[in-house]
Nanobody, 122 residues
Framework: QVQLVESGGGLVQAGGSLRLSCAASGRTVSSNTMGWFRQAPGKEREFVAAIGWNGIDRLYADSVKGRFTISRDNAKNTVYLQMNSLEPEDTAVYYC???????????????WGQGTQVTVSS
């Protein structure tokens, strides 16, 4: 059983930056693909970014490409999401997730964190 805890959310002005962290416990996630998702009020949860076990392979949603960077530190069992040039449209609850299956994907995630709120003011 893996537990994921997100942190780093908050209120930021448009154009600002935030760095989200996702700490895993219970077992190592170093061999798992990890991802970030978000859900804005009244909208469905959407994929943001994913990173392969090796920390090299990455996948981004078009809406965040060039502004967000996903990374991981397997020694710390932690995944990060660096968010720059934030826009009001990025306001959402951000969730960390992992999938047991190998391979980069925007779908098929098996375990999830509780989420952290990100609010971007205009």
């Amino acid at each position: 059983q893996v537990q994921l805890v997100e942190s780093g959310g908050g209120l930021v002005q448009a154009g600002g930056s935030l760095r989200l962290s996702c700490a895993a416990s219970g077992r190592t996630v170093s061999s798992n693909t990890m991802g970030w998702f978000r859900q804005a009020p009244g909208k469905e949860r959407e994929f943001v970014a994913a990173i392969g076990w090796n920390g090299i392979d990455r996948l981004y949603a078009d809406s965040v490409k060039g502004r967000f960077t996903i990374s991981r530190d397997n020694a710390k069992n932690t995944v990060y999401l660096q968010m720059n040039s934030l826009e009001p449209e990025d306001t959402a609850v951000y969730y960390c997730a992992g999938r047991w299956s190998s391979g980069l994907s925007a779908r098929g995630y098996d375990y999830w964190g509780q989420g952290t709120q990100v609010t971007v003011s205009s």
